[in-house]
């Protein structure tokens, strides 16, 4: 499956720290090899009018998903372990539900992919945003996030 083993830690390898100072993680939390390949192969073999656009990682990724921006318009998000593999369906049922409900813009799901070309589990591409990630250093506190 390509999984790293139980006892390495992805965000050591990412960073080239020696790995073998890791604790043993879970292995439904056993992190996969997900790289533009793969994402390419899967939008070309299930989503063909999507097959000519670039993917390319995003720069800052999380640690649940791996994210990759399709084109101009589009992302694509893959569970990066058999643990969050269960979040794809409650995103494609409640982001919609709840970007009506939010004051600010989310994420839509757009399409669902489902496991092939070595990926075991359900994948989801979504309209990109355009922005910055909200960290402290750019949010003068929550009030400009949240109405009141």
């Given at each position: 499956?390509?999984?790293?083993?139980?006892?390495?830690?992805?965000?050591?390898?990412?960073?080239?720290?020696?790995?073998?100072?890791?604790?043993?993680?879970?292995?439904?939390?056993?992190?996969?090899?997900?790289?533009?390949?793969?994402?390419?192969?899967?939008?070309?073999?299930?989503?063909?009018?999507?097959?000519?656009?670039?993917?390319?990682?995003?720069?800052?990724?999380?640690?649940?998903?791996?994210?990759?921006?399709?084109?101009?318009?589009?992302?694509?998000?893959?569970?990066?372990?058999?643990?969050?593999?269960?979040q794809?369906?409650?995103?494609?049922?409640?982001?919609?539900?709840?970007?009506?409900?939010?004051?600010?813009?989310?994420?839509?799901p757009?399409?669902?992919?489902?496991?092939?070309?070595?990926?075991?589990?359900?994948?989801?591409?979504?309209?990109?945003?355009?922005?910055?990630?909200?960290?402290?250093?750019?949010?003068?506190g929550?009030?400009?996030?949240?109405?009141?």
């Open positions: 499956m390509g999984a790293y083993g139980l006892n390495k830690c992805l965000l050591c390898v990412k960073r080239g720290i020696d790995v073998s100072c890791c604790r043993p993680i879970p292995s439904s939390l056993a992190k996969m090899i997900i790289d533009a390949a793969l994402v390419k192969r899967l939008i070309s073999s299930q989503f063909p009018g999507w097959a000519s656009l670039p993917v390319t990682p995003v720069e800052f990724d999380g640690w649940d998903n791996r994210t990759f921006r399709l084109g101009e318009k589009l992302s694509v998000r893959l569970p990066s372990a058999a643990g969050y593999a269960e794809v369906d409650k995103e494609q049922r409640w982001l919609p539900v709840l970007a009506s409900e939010l004051p600010l813009p989310i994420p839509v757009v399409a669902v992919g489902d496991a092939g070309d070595g990926y075991p589990w359900k994948w989801s591409v979504y309209r990109w945003l355009d922005g910055e990630i909200a960290t402290a250093d750019r949010v003068d929550s009030a400009g996030l949240v109405p009141r």
